[in-house]
């Protein structure tokens, strides 16, 4: 899948991992909708960076947690771009709006968390496929860490919607396979700019930027260095990883440069 002349979505791409996919795909060649819900300044500056990549795009405002929001955000990439082939779901709300111990969590910061994940993926990959070109690619930003063993337990409930949301992105890749796009989820870990930084629990170990984030244990895996950075842009989308069970980034990445490229020799 050459990405010249492509087109992406990328939810909450104002800012963090979603704007440096964002810069990722510009690079690339592909046009991208940046998503944003009350920051416009973040969104036009990455708007801006995205052109100076030699590319371009526009920012288009929704509120996630609202499900008609999702459909309005899709109907204005469908006006704009008249066709997809990236999607990247990466928005969530603000910790305070979901950030509580499970006896404490207000149904409200329940049901916030599950309608920004899994419900807005929901809504989101279910119309975007309707005009995603075949081949195209379907990704969604999670973080396993959180509710791996259930430590870090004001996650709950964004835990227990990404969880929906890695459920979910496990049928839609089944639903879209004959069509040859591909739907995976991607857990990049901490990093460096999180508003996750400033919460009364955080997790040990280093830090990672948002372009490097999602790359480090793929380039380790492969033996590369800083010079495969972009490898989460260039063999998720370039390539896919063929629809399986969701693995870490490390695991994915040896999906990728195996099992993938085998079938893709195959389908040839």
């Not at 006896?103 to 920004?116: C, D, M, P, R, Y």
């Not at 496929?129 to 004001?154: H, K, N, V, W």
């Not at 996750?196 to 480090?216: Q, W």
């Amino acid at each position: 899948m050459g990405l010249s002349g492509k087109f992406a979505l990328v939810t909450g791409g104002s800012r963090g991992i979603g704007r440096g996919i964002a810069l990722k795909f510009a690079e690339r060649g592909i046009r991208v909708a940046i998503h944003y819900y009350q920051n416009v300044d973040a969104a036009n500056d990455t708007l801006s960076k995205v052109r100076k990549a030699g590319s371009d795009g526009f920012v288009v405002q929704a509120d996630v947690v609202q499900s008609e929001e999702v459909s309005r955000m899709v109907e204005r990439v469908k006006s704009e771009f008249g066709a997809l082939d990236v999607f990247v779901s990466n928005a969530r709300p603000e910790t305070s709006k979901f950030f509580e111990e499970p006896f404490k969590i207000s149904l409200e910061q329940w049901n916030t968390a599950f309608h920004s994940q899994a419900t807005a993926f929901l809504v989101a990959a279910r119309e975007t496929a309707e005009f995603m070109r075949d081949g195209g690619r379907i990704i969604a930003i999670t973080y396993g860490a959180g509710s791996r063993t259930g430590s870090l337990q004001p996650w709950v409930g964004m835990g227990s919607a990404k969880a929906a949301l890695e459920a979910l992105v496990r049928y839609f890749a089944v639903a879209l396979a004959r069509r040859g796009i591909t739907v995976n989820a991607v857990s990049p870990g901490w990093i460096e700019d999180s508003v996750l930084n400033t919460l009364r629990t955080s997790p040990k170990g280093p830090l990672r930027t948002p372009s490097a984030s999602v790359t480090k244990s793929y380039c380790r895996s492969r033996g590369g260095s800083g010079s495969c950075a972009a490898d989460l842009v260039e063999d998720p989308i370039e390539h896919g990883i063929p629809p399986r069970k969701i693995r870490t980034p490390a695991a994915c990445a040896g999906a990728s440069s195996s099992s993938s490229r085998r079938r893709t020799t195959k389908s040839r």
